[in-house]
């Protein structure tokens, strides 16, 4: 090879080398979830003069704890755990504010705005509660419900200016559960949900300041 062929393709080497740099991956796209309404599942409101209102500074994930299976009517299933949590416990309303079923749908539950419940220590007021259905100390969440997690974990955490160091789960708050089970608890203490959380957030507000990447 001569020097002057040597030199043309070592310049267009670099050349190339140069307009990849210019074209930086963008991080995926921070898409809103679909959320069903309460009154589309057949549930009622709850009486906001029992609630207590709070301001959303955290987000923490459980789940159901029990086996759900493929199939199940999961309209019906939030209509008698809203019955079973007022009637049984007493509470106001379902102690989540949202639901995420097999499928990766995401279902309003308890107003935002009132603080949940829970049968462990800690005081969730302040945090915004997520159930994922099904009892993962014996199976695995699948794509569908880790990316909906995700999802609505971002728009949370955008709407409410929550930080990701405050996205946890319930063990997290409490030394006496398992909750939210060890197969979907592995996607917290990795670092998972929050990593995906900061790239939906950054894609977010590129999208919104029309900034390079």
Not at 17 to 25: G, I, K, Q
Not at 34 to 45: E, N
Not at 117 to 131: C, F, S, W
């Amino acid at each position: 090879m001569t020097l002057r062929r040597h030199a043309q393709r070592t310049l267009a080497a670099v050349a190339i080398a140069l307009a990849c740099a210019s074209c930086a991956v963008k991080p995926p796209a921070a898409t809103a979830p679909t959320i069903v309404p309460v009154a589309q599942w057949g549930g009622t409101p709850a009486d906001a003069s029992r609630a207590r209102r709070h301001t959303i500074t955290h987000i923490t994930l459980h789940h159901q704890g029990e086996t759900f299976k493929p199939g199940t009517d999961v309209h019906q299933y939030l209509r008698n755990l809203q019955t079973w949590s007022r009637n049984t416990k007493g509470w106001l309303d379902i102690p989540y504010h949202y639901v995420i079923d097999l499928e990766g749908r995401t279902y309003a539950a308890r107003d935002i705005a009132f603080a949940g419940d829970t049968n462990t220590e800690y005081d969730p007021k302040g945090h915004a509660l997520i159930e994922v259905v099904g009892n993962f100390e014996e199976v695995e969440p699948n794509q569908a419900q880790l990316d909906a997690v995700v999802a609505l974990m971002a728009t949370l955490a955008a709407k409410y200016d929550v930080p990701v160091e405050h996205i946890a789960s319930h063990r997290d708050h409490s030394d006496k559960t398992v909750c939210p089970g060890a197969n979907l608890y592995r996607y917290v203490q990795s670092g998972y949900f929050r990593e995906q959380v900061a790239a939906k957030l950054a894609a977010r507000s590129t999208r919104l300041t029309g900034a390079a990447p």
